[in-house]
């Protein structure tokens, strides 16, 4: 089992900056991906960014070059850094991995990030 846990949610003003972390603890070894989703009221759920072990990186079309995906193998840590935040970015988001990626075997409790305009 893998437990996640994040972290950095918050209340933000429009084009300012917030960062997510995302610890992960437990059988982690086996984990070939982690990500972020978010969901908002009303909205689908959405993949916001993946990270796989050797580091590659993906995100979606409404948040490249504002958001980056990132991690710290030496201390099982995730992050996403979130610049210009826009109140469309407002959601809970959750930190996820999965053995083979896109699969999603485990979900972190969510944080919610609020931009105001």
């Known amino acids: 089992q893998v437990q996640l846990m994040e972290s950095g949610g918050g209340l933000v003003q429009a084009g300012g900056s917030l960062r997510l972390s995302c610890t992960a603890s437990g059988t982690y070894f086996s984990i070939n991906a982690m990500g972020w989703y978010r969901q908002a009221p009303g909205k689908e759920r959405e993949l916001v960014a993946t990270?796989?072990?050797?580091?590659?990186?993906n995100y979606a079309e409404s948040v490249k070059g504002r958001f980056t995906i990132s991690k710290d193998n030496a201390k099982n840590t995730v992050y996403l850094q979130m610049d210009r935040l826009k109140p469309d970015d407002t959601a809970v988001y959750y930190c996820v991995a999965g053995r083979r990626w896109p699969k999603v075997d485990y979900w972190g409790q969510g944080t919610q990030v609020t931009v105001s305009s």
């Open positions: 990270i796989t072990s050797g580091g590659s990186t």
